[in-house]
């Protein structure tokens, strides 16, 4: 009899459990349903092409007699996806059974996921001969009437290898979410697809593709348009005679005439024109790289949010936290949750965007329209230290073509290069301020932003208070005294706030979070031997920032650095500034105000050294230490003082040739990397 009656318990509870179980929304969840060898209702995408491979096996699986497997041998982020119809303002739980066989255990492993948004399960690593049970639970936000369910190994920004074995998967809309589990709010940019949008309607975009058609004309009818827009405006304000004359004054300032007695093949390539062509190839020829590789950043973007916390960040924040609901790269993990650790005054900039455009926001448009900025303002500071005219746009060139500025601009999706961008717009806008109108206010407010987008710019203090209390403006001890006072108030609030939002996160004001990252490799190496700043950092990264040529791989890596990619061509410890920015050496023949140019060298030397010490140097970079970032802003300004004052020959040449090399690792480099 108790064995009966435990055997109607159990049919009572599997029966009941079928009854008030939701309605499966997956097609084929056991992947038994096969066509041509391919799991029906099911398809795949991956990062890397051609490089993992999917198929249906048979045997031990977890429901049924078949199984999903993603073999990847080497890192990709591979996926078997299938589109489903969701509700608005509904939730839904998506679970499977997963088994991993050799995944990485340092990224993301085996999981769910909804293609296109960054949210995923938890993720399954390493070898589990056991079937394991992951889920996870999304809100479908209003408009969006489909999602693309994903079973991956790896994700965005998180790519792995190894094997992926998936069963029995389920979706399904429920009413209430486990205390403790967090929630992805799937909006429409986050499902990705047009048809989401109620105002779509028609065929869709999966079986006729207008793109190929419709992109084109409304590129030919923009630039149609702009262009007679440009028209109408030089007729209108009768601009023709102003643009001929600037370009006469331009080439007879840049192409002097020949000497009287300059004759025959002399005279020819003394010829404005001939030069003025020459010019014109050059452009073209370096200049075509740097447009293709920026516009290969922004195509390539379609998630920026996924690597650049900042965005994320944002959203938190317009969500009333201050952590990340899911852990991406370089996050620090502490009581559980996900922290951005790099300082919070990027965040700023983005946050209204955010507010617009969600997570898929193109971060590298903000980090353009900064580089433009930054362009104006560097040119309006070579003017403040009275540099000519004709070199003001050759310097302009070197810093943000020939140094790893550009590295940072186009790669500004990711959260470290974005804030190398911000930063050296603050600093820039820094210095602009205390060599123009010298208010200490407003200078300390501008390197306050500097230092709360990298913080050792703080360090830029030195010649800042230097500066201001120098300034021409400053005649009376007293009001020196008060833009001083300024300067350090506004700094020290900035600083202030940085500690108070350590305290927010960890605690301890000066808890950064950096202690808390998930290090692997010779960087886990390093940090664990001598800590993640020390010393015994110095002489490799001396090496790296003054010393290491340009070195292309050819698949000849030392077996120590075993964590840089076979397909990287360049080394990804970058080369040195001395050598790819060889430019540089003409700060030693700069002549300035004593003051201003002992202070300015004693900033720059503390902040070197500072980077100098860190436990790694930048790491990924190619053809530049991008660290030296965080000095280079005012640097160039000596430089630059350098080349007025030097009279050196070959300055522009070794310019040239830092364009040059910059452009030859974008083409060695497919995508930048």
Not at 253 to 262: G, K, L, M
Not at 329 to 355: C, Q, R, S, T, W
Not at 407 to 432: D, E, K, P, Q, Y
Request: one cysteine or more; proline letters at 4%; a positive charge.
């Amino acid at each position: 009899m108790k064995t009966k009656a435990i055997l109607l318990m159990t049919v009572c509870i599997l029966v009941s459990t079928q009854m008030f179980a939701g309605e499966n929304l997956i097609k084929n969840p056991g992947m038994e349903s096969m066509s041509h060898g391919k799991p029906d209702n099911w398809d795949t995408w991956e990062f890397n092409e051609s490089d993992a491979k999917y198929s249906i096996e048979s045997g031990a699986a977890r429901e049924g007699n078949r199984y999903g497997v993603i073999r990847c041998n080497k890192e990709n982020d591979a996926r078997f996806i299938q589109e489903v119809d969701v509700k608005e303002n509904k939730i839904y739980r998506i679970s499977c059974w997963v088994k991993t066989e050799n995944v990485g255990t340092k990224v993301l492993g085996a999981n769910i996921s909804i293609l296109n948004s960054v949210y995923t399960s938890a993720g399954v690593t390493g070898t589990t001969p056991d079937w394991k049970y992951i889920e996870m639970y999304i809100r479908i936000a209003p408009k969006v009437k489909k999602v693309i369910v994903s079973l991956g190994l790896g994700g965005y920004w998180n790519i792995n290898s190894g094997i992926a074995f998936f069963d029995d998967i389920r979706m399904e809309e429920t009413k209430d979410v486990p205390a403790g589990i967090e929630t992805a709010y799937i909006t429409p940019k986050d499902a990705g697809k047009e048809e989401n949008t109620e105002e779509h309607t028609g065929t869709s975009p999966a079986s006729v593709n207008l793109n190929p058609v419709i992109m084109p004309i409304i590129i030919i009818v923009l630039v149609i348009g702009l262009i007679g827009i440009g028209i109408f405006v030089v007729i209108k304000f009768n601009l023709f005679p102003k643009i001929t004359g600037f370009i006469r004054t331009w080439l007879s300032d840049t192409f002097p005439p020949p000497p009287p007695e300059t004759g025959g093949i002399k005279k020819v390539l003394y010829s404005p024109y001939l030069k003025a062509a020459t010019i014109l190839i050059l452009i073209i020829a370096f200049g075509l790289p740097f447009f293709l590789d920026i516009s290969t950043s922004l195509k390539n973007e379609p998630w920026a949010g996924n690597e650049n916390h900042y965005v994320h960040l944002a959203k938190a924040i317009l969500d009333g936290r201050i952590d990340i609901p899911y852990k991406l790269h370089d996050v620090a993990i502490y009581n559980g949750k996900y922290y951005v650790i790099y300082p919070p005054f990027p965040v700023i900039l983005v946050l209204p965007f955010v507010a617009l455009f969600g997570i898929k926001l193109k971060v590298t448009i903000i980090g353009i329209a900064l580089a433009f900025i930054s362009c104006i303002l560097l040119y309006r500071i070579l003017g403040m230290v009275n540099i000519d005219k004709k070199n003001r746009s050759w310097i302009l060139l070197a810093f943000f073509l020939g140094t790893g500025y550009w590295l940072c601009l186009r790669n500004s999706m990711g959260v470290a290069w974005f804030a190398h961008v911000v930063s050296v717009f603050a600093v820039l806008l820094t210095i602009h301020e205390v060599l123009g109108r010298g208010n200490g206010f407003l200078t300390g407010l501008f390197l306050g932003m500097a230092f709360l987008s990298r913080q050792l710019s703080i360090f830029f203090a030195l010649f800042f208070i230097v500066a201001l209390w120098n300034h021409q403006k400053r005649k009376s001890t007293k009001n020196k005294i008060f833009h001083a006072a300024g300067f350090l108030g506004v700094l020290g609030l900035s600083v202030i706030i940085y500690l108070i939002y350590n305290y927010i996160r960890f605690g301890n004001i000066f808890d950064t979070g950096y202690t808390y990252l998930e290090l692997g490799g010779f960087m886990a190496d390093r940090a664990n031997k001598y800590g993640q700043f020390s010393i015994h950092h110095i002489p490799f990264n001396f090496v790296y920032m003054f010393i290491q040529g340009f070195h292309i791989n050819y698949g000849d890596w030392p077996s120590w650095v075993t964590s840089v990619h076979e397909w990287w061509p360049v080394d990804a410890f970058g080369t040195a500034l001395t050598f790819a920015s060889p430019f540089i050496f003409y700060a030693i023949w700069a002549k300035w105000k004593k003051s201003l140019l002992i202070s300015a060298w004693a900033s720059i030397i503390i902040i070197c050294t500072g980077t100098l010490m860190y436990y790694n140097n930048g790491w990924v970079q190619y053809n530049t230490q991008r660290f030296s970032l965080d000095f280079l802003p005012l640097l160039m300004v000596i430089i630059a003082l350098g080349i007025q004052h030097g009279k050196k020959p070959f300055w522009k040449a070794l310019i040239l040739f830092s364009v040059a090399l910059n452009a030859l690792t974008m083409l060695i480099i497919p995508a930048a990397g």
